[in-house]
């Protein structure tokens, strides 16, 4: 059985049709769905072809910690979306991240990143790659004048989330690359909250980009996964040997399942995202609500950069309910059909309190700099009927 490739090779398709269609690999049995290729390794014709096969004198797959069809399928639909020349797929969202910053880093080097970040994505930054010698200065992302300040002669990378975890700030992707090459630096720009449908961080100057595909790509709360995207040389200088020794691969099985989420990621953002703009429009003046960030309303603070770089607000919605953590607890426990979890970008809705989950770690401190006060609820919009939402949301609010 030898993969062949799929007509699909043009890469201009629009992004839904590439959603379905782009990187697919069809066998010999011309199946319409793509196969999964559950195997660890590979035979090969006769030994001289596996010598010229490891050495990579010729072409071909050779090992499933680093390259199986259905990985690849995976990773060539994802970089034909984003426009990327390369991709690697990862175990989970933070085995993205920690491939990309361990490969351009070593020890005596410096990061700068965004402070509002996804709690363990700061870990790594500040207290991991802190233990291999890889110090880093966290700087208010919105303030390009910190970024510029922050830079050593040693900076080699930039790390940013836009919009962020979980107060939905923008950090303006365009202007802190310029300000990364500059240093010498490589930007690395996780691409979460945005999805790969509404900003194209590689096209705003930035040199990779990476997803936790747990979110929105599955999106049906299967399983975990992420993908690294850059130019052909990036991945080859940065993360394809960290990746093939290292191992944090993503596994056949979920490439799978991501590939058949992202046949319908077009569709479910959509809908989320217009489920989203109903919870922020209605609960914008409630009072109840003491404060709210959406991006996809004219009064989010950096309404601006939005239109400058994103294609649609987002599919979350974050917002700040009276009476603090006791007043957040009654609205969580007050919920019927939302989900009270620590995930988002599932086809049920959910909700987070950051302050004793993705971002318990901070200090109160911390969380006050960032804005994320004991109130703050995360709301991720599901794919139920909108009303029905609302509704649940409305009525917890009572109990508030
Ligand atoms: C912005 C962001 N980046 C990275 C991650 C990590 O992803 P994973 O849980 O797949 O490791 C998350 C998870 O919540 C996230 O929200």
């Known amino acids: 059985m030898s993969a062949s490739s799929a007509p699909t090779k043009r890469r201009d398709y629009r992004p839904e049709t590439l959603l379905v269609q782009a990187g697919t690999l069809r066998s010999e049995f011309k199946e319409t769905s793509e196969a999964l290729f559950l195997t660890q390794g ?92 890889v110090t880093s200065t966290l700087v208010d992302g919105r303030d390009l004048d910190a970024w510029k300040k922050a830079v050593t002669k040693n900076t080699k990378a930039f790390f ?19 300000i990364a090459h500059a240093a010498g630096a490589k930007l690395v720009v996780d691409n979460v909250f945005a999805t790969p449908l509404y900003q194209s961080p590689l096209k705003l100057g930035a040199d990779c980009v990476v997803y936790s595909a747990t979110k929105h790509i599955d999106g049906q709360g299967r399983c975990l996964g992420g993908i690294i995207l850059a130019s052909e040389k990036f991945i080859m200088d940065h993360v394809h040997q960290v990746i093939r020794q290292t191992g944090p691969s993503l596994s056949p099985f979920n490439a799978w399942i991501m590939l058949k989420g992202l046949e319908t990621l077009a569709v479910r953002v959509e809908r989320q995202t217009a489920t989203a703009t109903r919870v922020a429009d209605t609960l914008a003046g409630h009072p109840k609500i003491v404060r709210l960030m959406y991006p996809g309303r004219p009064d989010h603070p950096q309404a ?16 700040e309910v009276k009476g603090g953590k006791e007043g957040a607890f009654r609205f969580l426990n007050g919920l019927q059909l939302t989900g009270i979890t620590n ?14 989950t993705t971002h318990q770690r901070l200090t109160p401190e911390q969380r006050a700099e960032l804005g994320i006060g004991d109130g703050l609820v995360r709301f991720s919009a599901g794919l139920e009927h909108p009303d029905d939402v609302l509704e649940d949301l409305l009525t917890a609010l009572d109990a508030v």
């Open 160 to 178: 940013l989330e836009s919009p962020t975890n979980p107060t939905l700030e923008v950090v303006d992707i365009a202007e802190v690359a310029k």
């Open 42 to 133: 590979y035979i090969y014709d006769s030994a001289e072809d596996c010598e010229a096969r490891f050495s990579g004198k010729i072409p071909g797959y050779v090992y499933s910690r680093y390259s199986n069809p259905t990985m690849s399928m995976f990773e060539q639909r994802m970089a034909a979306l984003e426009g990327a020349e390369a991709a690697r797929s990862t175990a989970t969202g933070m085995a993205a991240v920690t491939t990309a910053l361990m490969g351009l880093v070593r020890a005596g080097d410096h990061i700068v990143a965004a402070k509002a970040l996804f709690g363990s994505c700061r870990y790594v930054i500040e207290d991991w790659l802190g233990r291999f010698g």
């Open 304 to 319: 601006d950069i939005i239109k400058k770089q994103m294609k649609a607000g987002s599919t979350i919605c974050s917002f």
């Open 343 to 356: 995930n988002l970008g599932d086809a049920k809705s959910l909700v987070t309190h950051p302050t004793t």
